[in-house]
Nanobody, 130 residues
Framework: QVDLVESGGGSVQAGESLKLSCAAS????????LAWFRQVPGKEREGVAA???????TEAASVKGRFTISKDNDKDTLYLLMNDLKPEDSATYYC????????????????????????WGQGTQVTVSS
């Protein structure tokens, strides 16, 4: 069992920044493929960014250049720094983890989401107003 607890969501104006955190069970950041997803009501959950155990990252095209995923292995904490936020970034953001032998990419985590392979946090709400 892997525990994931997100924090850092809130309400901001367009153009502002937020940094989300996800506290994970011990060793999770070192061993697991980690990712951020987001979801708005009535829509499918979409992948935002992923980070492999070795620190390699992949991002969705919609956030590339604005969002940065990172982690602190010593603290077993995943982060998502979101700059230049837009109203369309408003969603509930979820932290996800998967223990896999496959190459850790956002596509792999999205596939794992559909297959029920990911562990999930409870989510944190981000609201961006124009």
């Amino acid at each position: 069992q892997v525990d994931l607890v997100e924090s850092g969501g809130g309400s901001v104006q367009a153009g502002e920044s937020l940094k989300l955190s996800c506290a994970a069970s011990k060793w999770t950041a070192t061993v697991f493929c980690l990712a951020w997803f987001r979801q708005v009501p009535g829509k499918e959950r979409e992948g935002v960014a992923a980070i492999a155990p070795d620190g390699t990252t992949t991002e969705a095209a919609s956030v590339k250049g604005r969002f940065t995923i990172s982690k602190d292995n010593d603290k077993d904490t995943l982060y998502l720094l979101m700059n230049d936020l837009k109203p369309e970034d408003s969603a509930t953001y979820y932290c996800a983890a998967q223990n896999t032998a496959q190459t850790c990419t956002l596509s792999m985590m999205e596939y794992g989401s559909h297959q029920g392979h990911n562990y999930w946090g409870q989510g944190t709400q981000v609201t961006v107003s124009s």
